[in-house]
């Protein structure tokens, strides 16, 4: 028969077996981590542990318990309080122990010496001190570094910098991995297929064999420029996709300079497609099959179609006009087309200049309406022209070592 326990008396009766369950299911845990040598995230995935441990933890109790529970979901309920209430302590405290920490972004530091300089609220560690080195966490490239720019290391490999290539700095992020399960892994450096690549690997003293992890001997991506290449020529210039995917490398190789100026081509692409969109919508092809022998008609056709209002001037900013009002051919038809033409801007002319006075001086003629040879330039060319002309530096990054 039942006996009749309230909650409190409950916890406190189980209170053993409960406690023995937990650093079982802890242990197994650790173990876990380090035969899988996978530390990216680890705080998320082991408390979506939790939940399988204590449902493991509530059918022993309630088995070696029964009179205690009227049905296995009390014993369940009391197994998955308890661990939601000591689980982040005892792991947390288990991951000291084996010199593991939490690293800012959910993964595992091993720190077999040293001490930890600086951590957050939550055990997020930043800091890591060794002997007279300390090493602060980088959250652009989720390694520790020193002052120098030398990366953290377990086992005392502190041999690159903030601007190596990105292989290199893969091969580190797997080697911290590694080391989670095989403390002396180290990295070493071999030319394969021509270049240089890094591969991890780990002595085994009880029977004298290396394994390797990464690198040429590696079922995986090799650590090596090959397999971590930087944007090729053709893939350069497709708008937003070369120039952002370069900005992606570059910061990940903390070439910053390059990863400034390849934003700003990725950001210029999508005003270069805007203004190609506004003006394909506001007739820039259909006007390719016009065969006007007037102006007046091209100026009809812009401005029916939405390219220019009423009366508002359209400048033609390199092939020009000079004032003909008709005339035919290749020539003539070439220079009234969209890509040659340049609304004039409207704010002049609210501020009471009228179209010839603005497109005078837009022009360098005498007018009321001064403006100086730079703003010549920016009010009587297109707006497509800025980010085109930054498409140009494309090829600068072919030229990089």
Not at 93 to 114: C, D
């Amino acid at each position: 028969m039942e006996k009749s326990y309230n909650h409190n008396t409950k916890l406190q009766l189980l209170k053993r077996p409960l406690k023995k369950q937990l650093d079982c299911s802890v242990k197994h845990a650790i173990n876990a981590l380090k035969d899988n040598e996978k530390v990216e995230n680890t705080t998320l995935r082991m408390n979506l542990l939790i939940s399988n441990y204590a449902r493991k933890a509530g059918n022993i109790i309630y088995f070696s318990n029964k009179t205690n529970f009227q049905n296995k979901k009390g014993a369940l309920d009391l197994a998955s309080n308890y661990f939601n209430a000591k689980w982040a302590k005892a792991f947390n405290h288990a991951l000291v122990i084996n010199k593991f920490y939490k690293t800012p972004n959910g993964g595992i530091v091993y720190v077999p010496k040293g001490e930890i300089s600086y951590f957050n609220d939550d055990g997020a560690v930043y800091g890591i001190k060794v002997e007279d080195k300390e090493y602060f966490w980088d959250y652009r490239e989720e390694l520790y570094y020193d002052v120098y720019n030398n990366i953290y290391s377990s086992n005392g490999d502190v041999l690159i910098g903030k601007r190596s290539p990105r292989y290199v700095k893969e091969a580190y992020r797997k080697l911290m991995n590694v080391q989670v399960r095989y403390p002396n892994a180290y990295l070493s450096v071999i030319i394969g297929n021509g270049m240089p690549e890094y591969t991890i690997s780990h002595f085994d003293a009880s029977t004298g064999g290396v394994t390797s992890f990464g690198g040429a001997y590696y079922n995986d991506k090799a650590f090596n420029e090959e397999d971590y290449p930087e944007v090729g020529t053709g893939e350069s210039f497709v708008p937003i996709w070369g120039s952002g995917k370069q900005a992606y490398y570059d910061f990940q190789d903390g070439a910053y300079g390059w990863g400034a100026l390849n934003t700003g081509m990725a950001i210029s692409d999508v005003f270069l497609i805007k203004s190609i969109y506004q003006g394909i919508s506001k007739g820039g092809l259909r006007v390719m099959n016009k065969n006007y022998g007037s102006w007046s008609s091209y100026r009809r056709f812009y401005g029916k179609n939405g390219f220019a209002k009423k009366e508002q001037h359209l400048h033609h900013w390199l092939l020009e006009r000079n004032g003909a009002k008709n005339g035919s051919g290749l020539g003539w038809k070439a220079k009234n087309q969209m890509w040659n033409l340049n609304p004039l801007p409207e704010k002049f002319f609210e501020a009471g200049y009228d179209w010839n006075q603005i497109h005078r001086a837009i022009e360098g003629k005498t007018s009321p309406l001064y403006l100086n040879s730079l703003e010549r330039f920016h009010y009587g060319t297109p707006n497509y022209l800025y980010p085109l002309g930054i498409y140009g530096f494309r090829g600068l990054n072919q030229t990089r070592d």
